[in-house]
Every structure is written in C-alpha cells, then in structure tokens.
C-alpha cells in the first residue's frame, strides 16, 4: 500500500514539474513580447523632440537592457530545467527519502511561517 503511495505522490510531483516548465515558459513568452522587435530593422522609429538629441540612444539603451534581461532569463530558465530534470532523477532513484525530505521541509517552512504570524 505505501509503494502505491508513494507512485502517487511522485506522480503528483512530476505534475508540478510539468506545470512549473508550462509557467515558465510563458514567462518566456511574456519576457520577449515586452523586449520588442528583435532585429534593429523591425524597430519601429523613434519621434526625438527638437530639444532632445538622445532619442536614438536613448532606444538603443532600452533595447539593450530588455536583450540583457531576456538573455539572463534564457539561462536561469535552462538552469532551472536542468536543476528540474537532476531533481526529477534523483526522486525516482530515492523515492521514501525524498517524501522524508518533503515532509520535513514543509514542517520546517510552516513552523516558520507559524511563528511569523504571532509576532
């Protein structure tokens, strides 16, 4: 009965992955739209007012910036897959360990959390 339980809860598990990599690829997703066109040719044209000559630069900055930002993202999010896909393995190979380890980690952040609230 407890090995299929534990086929449960790995299973729960492995929905969460799933559905951790489906929310942060939509954050990907969402990370792009934001950064704009990619190429200096899909950019639509900046309006400089006549006292202000850093329009130009000004884009430039802001593309570059967003490009940093989406770069950074690219690889947290491949790091992140990784450090998903060596936590799904070691899951499967150690199963009760893992539910032992679960368990006391909740404890630990609701007893956290418990005591945040009666301060």
Do not use: C
């Not at 086929?7 to 951790?20: G, N, Y």
């Not at 792009?32 to 884009?59: C, F, I, L, N, Y």
């Not at 947290?76 to 450090?83: A, D, I, M, T």
Request: proline residues 3%; glycine residues 10%.
């Amino acid at each position: 009965m407890t090995e299929n339980t534990h086929d449960k809860e790995l299973e729960v598990l492995k929905d969460d992955i799933a559905r951790l990599r489906e929310e942060i690829s939509g954050l990907v997703a969402s990370a792009r739209t934001a950064a704009g066109p990619q190429t200096a040719g899909d950019q639509p044209e900046k309006t400089q007012d006549a006292g202000e000559g850093k329009g130009s630069v000004d884009g430039e900055q802001d593309h570059d910036m967003w490009m940093n930002l989406l770069h950074t993202f690219e690889t947290s999010k491949s790091q992140g897959e990784k450090v998903i896909k060596n936590l799904t393995a070691e899951v499967e190979q150690h199963p009760l360990t893992s539910v032992v380890a679960a368990f006391g980690l909740g404890y630990i952040v609701a007893k956290l959390w418990h005591q945040g609230d009666n301060q």
